[in-house]
């Protein structure tokens, strides 16, 4: 079920050390966010539009921590700020890459924590940006996301996000990969 995992290039065209340095960089930044309170976790799992020729899917598992910003805005809805942590394998036909990103996000909160919606955008570094079929442009990106999620029991959370990946023109050509995700995470 998981072999997709044991086929990732880690090592696409030379980029070995540049790989290196950004684990160092995230595993450094990422210490202090990891010793606060864990809010939620879980995974996620994601596919396009299924263009032709563009089939990527996305497997990925998350953490987010509160960060120090919240605001009541009336009774029973606020808004929260967070960080979110992920890490997964994106997939273009058989072909696979690491994909990791940090970034702040904001929680609406409505009917008191039984659902809400979340919207962010983080930093996002990829291992493999040529594909078979699928030229990303580069390794490094941003993603965007907005979603709804429900919590049919407090520590239980069921959600809808879309995704959006590209370079930001940072590199050409700069394609983007649309993503259409539900997920599942445990509240703390």
């Known amino acids: 079920m998981f072999s997709f995992l044991l086929n990732i290039d880690l090592n696409p065209k030379g980029q070995e050390c540049k790989i290196k ?25 994601g596919v396009n ?3 032709q020729n563009n089939r990527f899917r996305q497997y990925e ?17 606020s808004i929260q700020s967070k960080l979110e942590l992920t890490g997964g ?7 696979n890459s690491m994909v990791f990103s940090a970034g702040p996000g904001l929680e609406l909160d409505f009917i008191r924590e ?26 490094f990106n941003f993603t965007s996301y907005a979603g709804i999620y429900f919590s049919p ?18 590199y050409q ?7 259409h995700i539900i997920e599942i995470r445990v509240r703390n």
């Open 49 to 51: 539009t299924f263009r």
């Open 89 to 95: 394998v994106l997939q273009d036909f058989s072909e």
């Open 173 to 179: 050509p700069n394609p983007g990969v649309n993503l």
């Open 153 to 170: 029991l407090k520590f239980l959370i069921a959600g809808y996000r879309f995704q959006h990946m590209s370079n930001a023109g940072i």
């Open 21 to 45: 340095y950004f684990l160092l960089l995230i595993s450094v930044v990422l210490i202090e966010p990891l010793q606060a309170q864990i809010t939620s976790f879980g995974f996620r799992t």
């Open 61 to 77: 598992i998350f953490v987010d921590t509160d960060l120090p910003y919240q605001k009541l805005l009336t009774q029973g809805i």
């Open 114 to 139: 039984y659902s809400f919606i979340e919207a962010g955008i983080s930093p996002t570094f990829i291992t493999k940006h040529s594909f078979r079929t699928n030229e990303l442009g580069g390794l």
